[in-house]
């Protein structure tokens, strides 16, 4: 077995056996990666907290056929003020669900790597209404999948965009439209996310305008992923 290093954003573990655990991981160079955290669930355990859901680490491992093997694991960033505020927590485990959804195990996918992590920081310095939508649609637009808001996915038409479907792949004219209406200002905000206005449309606050782009935005991930997301759904604050 190689031993190899890299770093990670830990998604989920799940128990192995009396003492165990299978953590699952979004590395930077490996994608996602299913390790064994060995006697991580005894109290003096040399991982102690580290590989919890969140905890963004530097780890080397032993890689395995099916499963690698943690040998040793140090935190960069525990997002700690995420981890003691219910509203941002809801937010981060939809963000690592989505990238659980859409990382594969062997491949390296380091922009999403990035994204992951932009994003928990992000929400650790500040409460973003936005941040899960926006996450959603960067990610689509990484994946190839952004919706079509610049003209009407069916005729090209430009003006008078008035619904929003995800068979079409965007927004519709007023003579094509299905689907669900969309507002002028729900479609300004999605432009501005996907239109490299990101940081300032993440300033913009809790609102009707900032839950049909949410509704939008979770459609269209889970349209993507043809699942619903579990985390959005059991959110306290959906
Ligand atoms: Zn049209």
Same mark, same amino acid.
């Given at each position: ?18 003492? !165990?655990?299978?953590?699952?991981? =979004? ?56 981890? $003691? ?19 594969? @195990? ?8 990035? =994204? ?16 899960? *939508? ?8 990484? @994946? ?14 430009? !003006? ?24 002028? !200002? ?17 300033? $913009? *606050?809790?609102? *009707? ?5 949410? @509704? ?5 991930? @889970? ?12 959110? *306290?604050?959906?």
């Amino acid at each position: 077995m190689s031993l190899y290093r890299d770093e990670g954003v830990v998604l989920r573990t799940i128990r192995l056996g009396e003492a !165990d655990r299978i953590v699952t991981m =979004m590395t930077r160079g490996h994608g996602k990666v299913r390790a064994v955290a060995k006697g991580v669930r005894r109290t003096k355990s040399k991982f102690g907290a580290r590989l919890e859901p969140l905890s963004h680490v530097t780890m080397l491992c032993w890689q395995g056929r099916e499963l690698d093997i943690v040998n040793q694991a140090e935190v960069t960033d525990t997002f700690r003020t995420v981890r $003691e505020d219910l509203a941002r927590v809801s937010k981060a485990f939809t963000v690592l669900e989505v990238v659980d959804q859409l990382a594969q @195990e062997g491949h390296a996918n380091p922009r999403l790597y990035d =994204m992951v992590v932009g994003a928990l920081r992000a929400l650790d310095a500040e409460d973003a209404a936005l941040l899960v *939508p926006a996450f959603c649609l960067k990610v689509l637009a990484l @994946e190839g999948s952004a919706p079509i808001l610049d003209r009407c996915a069916t005729c090209g038409a430009l !003006d008078d965009l008035v619904a929003f479907d995800l068979v079409e792949g965007g927004v519709l004219c007023r003579s094509c439209r299905r689907g669900r209406p969309v507002s002028p !200002d729900a479609l300004a905000l999605l432009r501005r996310i996907l239109g490299g206005d990101l940081a300032a449309a993440l300033g $913009e *606050p809790a609102g *009707p305008v900032v839950a049909e782009v949410t @509704e939008l935005a979770t459609a269209a991930m @889970e349209g993507h992923l043809d699942r619903r997301l579990r985390s959005v759904r059991a959110s *306290p604050t959906a």
